[in-house]
């Protein structure tokens, strides 16, 4: 993925979106760019009781002129670490004020509408059906990993947008890589129960300590769900490593702030070409 820098603001997207789909909106922002007090200095953009309602609306700000929106075009939800896919249909945008709605993903075929997920480790997950077109936004930390989120995102985008697995496009952000993700036997028995054939994504790394990889098990649920393999695109960068450009919650603990991911139609987003988007 290309490291961009627009506004002050530090983001990655990358090349095959760029050039394939101009006007089809995604970018996984980092920390850099922002506002605020400490610990939560700069984007950090998550509903907090230790940090400004005017602060954050300010990142949101800042985010969306990276795309020429305004902060009301971003729909956001509160996540509860669940598999919950919400629906943002044509002529209702929760925005991000009030009370957003409760769920893990969110999907939307309405053009100017940019769907949003906070994370600080977890996995962003950006999907795209260029013949729709559509476009859905995962938030995939553990607990959605093992409840098959990115499964059933791509049935609820079948149901909803007639998507074909076949055509989806997927890019997976930065999270906690493998190197850091360190889990307890009840969690890795979880996975490896869920998905005995998902071979290598967790390994045991001591006395009953496992290592995760949280990344490749949701690129084996796309996979598993129709995807190509030459349709998902992945980031090597793992959070907990790069605290000079993202939030972690195993890094810095209930300090941490969150990052934003992003992705959204354009008003002229019909008629997408299709390029195959390839790993980096």
């Known amino acids: ?32 760019g922002g506002t605020g007090p400490a610990p939560l200095e700069s984007l950090h953009v998550a509903l ?8 954050r609306q300010e990142n949101l700000r800042r985010a969306a002129a990276v795309f020429g929106i ?6 956001c939800l509160r996540q509860v670490h669940g598999a919950d896919v919400v629906r943002i249909p044509s002529g209702r945008n929760p925005g991000p004020s009030g009370e957003p709605p409760r769920g893990d993903a969110q999907i939307t075929d309405r053009p100017g509408t940019c769907l949003a997920i906070l994370t600080a480790d977890c996995l962003p997950v950006l999907l795209l059906d260029p013949d729709r077109p559509a476009v859905g936004a995962v938030h995939a930390g553990w ?11 791509v049935s609820e ?16 952000g930065p999270c906690i890589g493998a190197c850091c993700y360190e889990v307890g036997e009840d969690v890795a028995h979880g996975f ?8 290598g994504c967790v390994r045991a790394s001591g006395p009953n300590r496992w290592k995760v990889d949280l990344s490749e098990l949701n690129r084996w649920q796309l996979l598993e769900a129709g995807l190509l393999p030459e349709h998902i695109g992945t980031s090597t960068l793992c959070t907990r490593c790069r605290p000079d450009l993202f939030f972690s919650f195993r890094g810095q603990g209930e300090a941490a702030g969150r990052q934003i991911s992003l992705v959204g139609l354009g008003p002229a987003s ?8 390839p790993s980096e």
């Open 1 to 32: 993925m290309n490291q961009v820098e627009s506004k002050g603001i530090t983001l990655f997207q990358d090349p095959a979106w760029q050039s394939g789909y101009p006007t089809v909106l995604h970018g996984f922002f980092t920390r850099r």
């Open 48 to 55: 907090s009781s230790r940090d400004s309602l005017g602060a």
């Open 70 to 75: 305004r902060e009301r075009q971003i729909a």
């Open 143 to 153: 607990r959605g990993t093992l409840q098959s989120i990115c499964s059933h995102v």
């Open 157 to 172: 985008m079948r149901k909803a947008f007639s998507t074909r697995a076949a055509r989806l496009r997927a890019l997976l």
């Open 192 to 199: 490896l129960g869920a998905f005995p054939e998902a071979v």
């Open 270 to 277: 019909r008629g997408l070409k299709t390029v195959p988007v």
